[in-house]
């Protein structure tokens, strides 16, 4: 087969530029290359000869990360940007499949595009690392350029009646947006930093964290890439890995997740629920608002990242279900010329077994990104929650004492299991509330494509579902009641161990040790049993189906 940028078909119009060179398809693809080469142009001598001033580096122990505005939005986009990419790759290559010859015009300049994306992130991260701005003068170029030739091609496109049937057209608009996005970026950077046209730039210092030797934990200060991949852990793990580590190779916690800090979050969200009188609002509602006010906005994001994952499973089985009804298909029917060249509909580019097969890898890729992010978000924020309301609880007792607390009903060890069981529970409770909340779409989802796929036998597996719930509903309450009994029996178990240690003395001059002895023995094996019944109750309610059937990912 003949190879050509432009093709060299028979009586091929691909050359022909008699109505203008923006009106054939051909060159109208090498004009998209223009900005690419450029950038690559420009920054592979700055990447591989040199790299700027080692003097502009902020002198921390770590290599620093002075995020500039629009960190996270400019790595997502990027992300998005590098996924349209690898499509229109694709797409052109199952075009070029309908041609007499191979169109290079087609896919190189996706290929193109495609690593000036991987670069201009690259460029982007060691800029940011070294805190030298102005070099982002040559990503502004670039984005310019990238934006004017995308739009000038998705407007010649319209011109010519491609439309939204065609998928190359939905692409190259999709790619102008975020070319035109990534450019607002980039201007927003030069508004904030002042690093162009300003006569003094803003100075940035690093964290406070990153200027402590002793903070070593780097997830919230790392780039978006390495926080979904935790790739800054790579030093724990090889250090793990040549001897044991200890707490002083660990070091401390940055100040955002140290108990004082969440205590002062959780303070200010009980003063806020304060009347113009000055009074507290109480009962539940008043905790829960409080514990809303200061943790919610990191549970939605972990539910969110929990939603987006479950929908991302159900990618799987309609990949693989289009790739065996896909895989002994032809579908070769041309459809008339635009711009000298061809173009496929969506339908086509998904009949392509291969095209499903790498959006089955980015999907199940993406899922596992998105659970990990959230079981990570409401681990975090439940360990928080956990240190701010015991640091609340033992500011309160130091301030009452026992009697003043409950009129003295409380014992001793009520007190403990106060201020480690119940906030157990409640930092379990936001472990698991993603799964609460995911659980609905996971059951709708599942039976909406199981009935599309197995029919009216889908109704049925719902309908036994349906019908367990009620057990379901058994086994929680006695679960509820197992725990309770188990936490009335380590009560009292403590306080029984706390009076024969304040009385040792008495005991050993008796000889009562046995007897008080067998006591607490007792309230323990009473406490065994609880437990033993709980964790029962707890493997029935794991092997029910309503729990296993859509829930395909472990518990913590």
Same mark, same amino acid.
């Given at each position: 087969?003949?190879?050509?940028?432009?093709?060299?078909?028979?009586?091929?119009?691909?050359?022909?530029?008699?109505?203008?060179?923006?009106?054939?398809?051909?060159?109208?693809?090498?004009?998209?290359?223009?900005?690419?080469?450029?950038?690559?142009?420009?920054?592979?001598?700055?990447?591989?000869?040199?790299?700027?001033?080692?003097?502009?580096?902020?002198?921390?122990?770590?290599?620093?990360?002075?995020?500039?505005?629009?960190?996270?939005?400019?790595?997502?986009?990027?992300?998005?940007?590098?996924?349209?990419?690898?499509?229109?790759?694709?797409?052109?290559?199952?075009?070029?499949?309908?041609?007499?010859?191979?169109?290079?015009?087609?896919?190189?300049?996706?290929?193109?595009?495609?690593?000036?994306?991987?670069?201009?992130?690259?460029?982007?991260?060691?800029?940011?690392?070294?805190?030298?701005?102005?070099?982002?003068?040559?990503?502004?170029?670039?984005?310019?350029?990238?934006?004017?030739?995308?739009?000038?091609?998705?407007?010649?496109?319209?011109?010519?009646?491609?439309?939204?049937?065609?998928?190359?057209?939905?692409?190259?608009?999709?790619?102008?947006?975020?070319?035109?996005?990534?450019?607002?970026?980039?201007?927003?950077?030069?508004?904030?930093?002042?690093?162009?046209?300003?006569?003094?730039?803003?100075?940035?210092?690093?964290?406070?964290? !990153?200027?402590? $030797?002793?903070?070593?934990? =780097?997830?919230?200060?790392?780039?978006? #890439?390495?926080? *979904?991949? +935790?790739?800054?852990?790579?030093?724990?793990?090889?250090?793990?890995?040549?001897?044991?580590?200890?707490?002083?190779?660990?070091?401390?916690?940055?100040?955002?997740?140290?108990?004082?800090?969440?205590?002062?979050?959780?303070?200010?969200?009980?003063?806020?629920?304060?009347?113009?009188?000055?009074?507290?609002?109480?009962?539940?509602?008043?905790?829960?608002?409080?514990?809303?006010?200061?943790?919610?906005?990191?549970?939605?994001?972990?539910?969110?990242?929990?939603?987006?994952?479950?929908?991302?499973?159900?990618?799987?089985?309609?990949?693989?279900?289009?790739?065996?009804?896909?895989?002994?298909?032809?579908?070769?029917?041309?459809?008339?010329?635009?711009?000298?060249?061809?173009?496929?509909?969506?339908?086509?580019?998904?009949?392509?077994?291969?095209? !499903?097969?790498? $959006?089955?890898?980015?999907? =199940?890729?993406?899922?596992?990104?998105? #659970?990990?992010? *959230?079981? +990570?978000?409401?681990?975090?924020?439940?360990?928080?929650l956990r240190g701010a309301i015991q640091t609340k609880i033992f500011n309160k007792i130091m301030h009452l004492c026992t009697a003043n607390m409950s009129m003295g009903g409380m014992t001793v060890g009520q007190i403990c299991n106060l201020v480690a069981v119940d906030t157990n529970q409640l930092m379990w409770f936001f472990f698991l509330c993603p799964n609460l909340f995911a659980m609905p779409v996971q059951i709708i989802v599942g039976v909406i494509l199981l009935y599309y796929l197995l029919g009216i036998s889908a109704l049925i597996g719902a309908t036994v579902i349906t019908l367990l719930a009620p057990v379901q509903y058994f086994v929680a309450t006695k679960l509820s009641d197992a725990q309770k009994s188990?936490?009335?029996?380590?009560?009292?178990?403590?306080?029984?161990?706390?009076?024969?240690?304040?009385?040792?003395?008495?005991?050993?001059?008796?000889?009562?040790?046995?007897?008080?002895?067998?006591?607490?023995?007792?309230?323990?094996?009473?406490?065994?049993?609880?437990?033993?019944?709980?964790?029962?109750?707890?493997?029935?309610?794991?092997?029910?189906?309503?729990?296993?059937?859509?829930?395909?990912?472990?518990?913590?």
């Open positions: 087969m003949s190879l050509a940028f432009c093709g060299n078909d028979n009586n091929s119009a691909a050359y022909n530029v008699d109505t203008g060179v923006l009106n054939n398809g051909c060159f109208l693809d090498a004009l998209t290359v223009v900005p690419h080469v450029f950038l690559l142009f420009i920054t592979f001598p700055i990447l591989f000869i040199g790299w700027g001033s080692q003097s502009s580096k902020v002198h921390i122990h770590h290599s620093t990360w002075l995020h500039f505005p629009g960190h996270n939005l400019r790595w997502i986009l990027t992300f998005i940007l590098l996924f349209i990419i690898v499509c229109e790759i694709a797409e052109g290559i199952v075009s070029d499949g309908f041609n007499q010859s191979v169109h290079l015009h087609l896919y190189m300049p996706s290929c193109l595009a495609f690593m000036a994306a991987i670069t201009s992130i690259v460029f982007y991260h060691n800029i940011e690392t070294s805190n030298f701005p102005k070099l982002l003068m040559t990503l502004l170029i670039y984005w310019v350029l990238a934006f004017v030739s995308k739009t000038i091609k998705f407007f010649k496109y319209t011109e010519h009646g491609i439309g939204l049937r065609q998928l190359r057209f939905g692409i190259t608009g999709l790619l102008m947006l975020l070319y035109g996005l990534l450019l607002a970026v980039e201007i927003n950077v030069i508004l904030r930093r002042r690093y162009m046209c300003f006569a003094h730039p803003t100075e940035v210092k690093p964290p406070e964290d !990153l200027q402590d $030797l002793g903070v070593r934990f =780097l997830q919230p200060f790392v780039n978006l #890439l390495s926080k *979904s991949t +935790y790739w800054w852990m790579n030093t724990f793990i090889t250090a793990a890995h040549r001897r044991p580590i200890d707490l002083k190779v660990i070091g401390k916690l940055p100040i955002a997740m140290r108990a004082l800090t969440n205590y002062l979050k959780l303070s200010e969200a009980f003063e806020a629920q304060k009347r113009p009188q000055g009074t507290l609002l109480q009962g539940p509602k008043c905790i829960w608002t409080a514990l809303r006010q200061a943790f919610g906005r990191p549970l939605f994001l972990s539910i969110t990242y929990r939603f987006m994952a479950d929908l991302l499973g159900f990618a799987g089985p309609l990949c693989i279900s289009g790739i065996v009804h896909h895989l002994s298909k032809e579908n070769h029917t041309i459809q008339p010329p635009h711009l000298g060249i061809y173009f496929i509909s969506s339908q086509e580019f998904l009949a392509n077994a291969y095209v !499903l097969a790498v $959006l089955l890898f980015f999907a =199940l890729l993406l899922q596992r990104t998105f #659970l990990q992010a *959230s079981y +990570y978000v409401a681990i975090e924020t439940g360990i928080n188990t936490l009335e029996y380590s009560s009292e178990r403590l306080k029984k161990t706390n009076e024969l240690l304040r009385g040792i003395k008495l005991l050993k001059l008796y000889a009562w040790e046995h007897i008080f002895c067998s006591s607490v023995e007792e309230t323990r094996r009473k406490e065994l049993t609880s437990l033993q019944t709980f964790a029962l109750y707890t493997s029935i309610s794991s092997k029910t189906p309503q729990n296993t059937a859509f829930n395909k990912h472990p518990k913590h």
